[in-house]
C-alpha cells in the first residue's frame, strides 16, 4: 500500500502547527493519548478512518497511533480536508489518502486505498467506508471486528443496513452518546455553521430573517445562535413533537412553501435529501443565501439548482450564485457542502475533544468486547459517557455534588 497519496508533502510544517494548536486546547485527548503512549492499546491493530481532515481530526489519528495502532486516514468530504494537515500526518508516519478539491473518482479512489490495510477497526463520518465493504469489497468485513459513526447521516445509514439485515459487524453510534450530541451537534454546530457563514459572507446576522430547515440537535444549535445574533428564526419542520418544541423555544413554524418566500438566510441540517428545492428558490427573495449543515450535498437540491440556472457566476471566495428564470439570484456557500467544514475550519476544539475522547474510547470497547457483540448498531456504554463527563468537568477545575447514601438509598427505593 503506498504510504500517502496528499497534495504537497511540504505543507508539513503549517498542518502540524495547527495540531499543536489543538492539541493544546483538547485536555481529553491529550490526557488518552499519553495514557495510549504507556498501554498500547492498539498495538498491533489496524484502524482506518474516514473523516474531515482537519487539525481536531489529525490529533486524534495522532493519538490512537501512540498507542500503537497501525493508521489509514482518508478524507469525508472533498472540500473539508486541509491539505497541510493531510501532509503533517504523512510527515508524521501515517497512510494518508486525502486532497482538499478532490473529485468524485477521486475520492472513491482514497476511500479504497484507506482499506487496503484490511483494518480491524473502522472510524467513520458519514459512512463511506462501511458502505464501500458492504458494496465493493466485502472481501475484508471478515477483518473487521467493528467500527464507530461520528455522524447522524452515518448512523441512519447503519440503522437502515441493520434493519435490512445486512451489516456485517458491530457498529458504536457515538453520534448518539450523550457527550456526543448534547454538545458537539447543539454547541459546536451552532456556533462553527455561523462562524462559517459570517466569515464567508461578511453579512451582519441581526435583522435578517433565517429559515432553520429541521430541528434535530444541530438545529437547535443554528437556530440558538442566529437568535443570539439578532436574527429572526424560522423553524420548519416533519415531526409535529420537534415543531411544537421549537415553538416552545420560540422561533415561528412553518411548511417550507412558506418559509422560501421569508428568508434572508437558509440553513439545513437534518440529514435527508431536497430540503430545499429549485420550486423553493423561485420564491425566495433576491439574492437569498443557501447553506447546508448536513453530511451530503443533497440536502439543497444542487443537481436541480445547476440544471435549473440560466446563470452561474462566482459572486465571492466560497460562494456560488446562480440566476434563476424568474431573473432572481441565490448564492450558495461551499457547494452545498457541510457548511462549517467545506468553507471554514468546524468545530471549536474544545468540543470535539468530547466527541474524539467517546470515538477513542469507543474504539478501545470495540477492541475489548467485539466477539461477543452481534452485528448491529449499539450505543455507547453509559461507562464511557459517564467518563467523558467527569474527565471535562474535572479539565475545568469543576466539581459537582454526590449522593449522601440517604439520598441513594432513597432514589432505589420504592417504599419510601
Known amino acids: 500500500m503506498r504510504e500517502y497519496d496528499i497534495r504537497d508533502i511540504s505543507l508539513a510544517p503549517s498542518g502540524h502547527q495547527k495540531i499543536e494548536w489543538v492539541k493544546n486546547n483538547m485536555p481529553l485527548l491529550r490526557g488518552l493519548e499519553e495514557e495510549f503512549i504507556r498501554t498500547k492499546p492498539f498495538e498491533g491493530i489496524k484502524i482506518s478512518l474516514s473523516v474531515h481532515l482537519e487539525a481536531k481530526t489529525a490529533y486524534l489519528c495522532l493519538a490512537l497511533a501512540a498507542g500503537g495502532a497501525q493508521m489509514?486516514?482518508?478524507?469525508?468530504?472533498?472540500?473539508?480536508?486541509?491539505?497541510d494537515v493531510a501532509a503533517a500526518l504523512a510527515d508524521s508516519g501515517l497512510a494518508v489518502f486525502a486532497y482538499h478539491g478532490a473529485t468524485a473518482e477521486e475520492y472513491d479512489r482514497h476511500i479504497e486505498m484507506c482499506l487496503e490495510q484490511k483494518p480491524n477497526i473502522i472510524i467513520d463520518d458519514g459512512g463511506d467506508l462501511v458502505g464501500l465493504i458492504h458494496t465493493k469489497r466485502p472481501d475484508l468485513a471478515e477483518e473487521v471486528w467493528g467500527g464507530c459513526e461520528e455522524t447522524t447521516t452515518g448512523v441512519i445509514r447503519l440503522k437502515a443496513m441493520e434493519k435490512e439485515g445486512i451489516l456485517k459487524f458491530p457498529m458504536v453510534a457515538v453520534n448518539d452518546a450523550d457527550c456526543k450530541h448534547l454538545f458537539d451537534n447543539r454547541y459546536g454546530t451552532g456556533q462553527s455553521v455561523w462562524d462559517s457563514i459570517m466569515r464567508n459572507t461578511n453579512l451582519i446576522v441581526a435583522s435578517k430573517t433565517v429559515v432553520v430547515v429541521g430541528y434535530g440537535w444541530c438545529s437547535r444549535g443554528i437556530a440558538m445562535r442566529a437568535a443570539a445574533l439578532g436574527a429572526k428564526v424560522i423553524v420548519t419542520e416533519i415531526n409535529p413533537v420537534k415543531a411544537i418544541e421549537a415553538k416552545m423555544d420560540g422561533y415561528d413554524v412553518m411548511t417550507m412553501a412558506e418559509a422560501a418566500a421569508l428568508g434572508d438566510i437558509f440553513v439545513s441540517a437534518t440529514g435527508c435529501c431536497k430540503t430545499?428545492?429549485?420550486?423553493?428558490?423561485?420564491?425566495?427573495?433576491?439574492?437569498?443565501?443557501?447553506?447546508?449543515?448536513?453530511?451530503?450535498?443533497?440536502?439543497?437540491?444542487?443537481a436541480g439548482l445547476e440544471a435549473a440556472a440560466v446563470e452561474k457566476k462566482e459572486t465571492r471566495k466560497n460562494i456560488m450564485g446562480y440566476r434563476l428564470s424568474n431573473g432572481k439570484w441565490v448564492n450558495v456557500i461551499g457547494e452545498g457542502r457541510l457548511v462549517n467544514i467545506a468553507a471554514a475550519d468546524g468545530?471549536?476544539?474544545?468540543?470535539?475533544?468530547?466527541?474524539?475522547?467517546?470515538?477513542?474510547?469507543?474504539?478501545?470497547?470495540?477492541?475489548?468486547?467485539?466477539?461477543?457483540?452481534?452485528?448491529?448498531?449499539?450505543?455507547?456504554?453509559?461507562?464511557?459517557?459517564?467518563?467523558?463527563?467527569?474527565?471535562?468537568?474535572?479539565a475545568w477545575g469543576i466539581e459537582i455534588d454526590q449522593l449522601t447514601e440517604e439520598q441513594d438509598a432513597y432514589l432505589n427505593s420504592w417504599n419510601v
Open 72 to 83: 489509514s486516514v482518508t478524507g469525508s468530504n472533498v472540500l473539508s480536508t486541509q491539505d
Open 276 to 302: 430545499i428545492t429549485v420550486d423553493h428558490m423561485l420564491k425566495m427573495k433576491d439574492r437569498a443565501i443557501l447553506t447546508n449543515a448536513g453530511h451530503f450535498d443533497c440536502e439543497v437540491d444542487m
Open 347 to 394: 468545530h471549536p476544539a474544545e468540543i470535539m475533544d468530547m466527541s474524539f475522547a467517546v470515538q477513542a474510547l469507543s474504539a478501545m470497547y470495540i477492541k475489548d468486547h467485539h466477539q461477543e457483540l452481534d452485528n448491529v448498531v449499539i450505543d455507547v456504554s453509559g461507562e464511557i459517557d459517564d467518563l467523558v463527563a467527569r474527565r471535562k468537568l474535572a
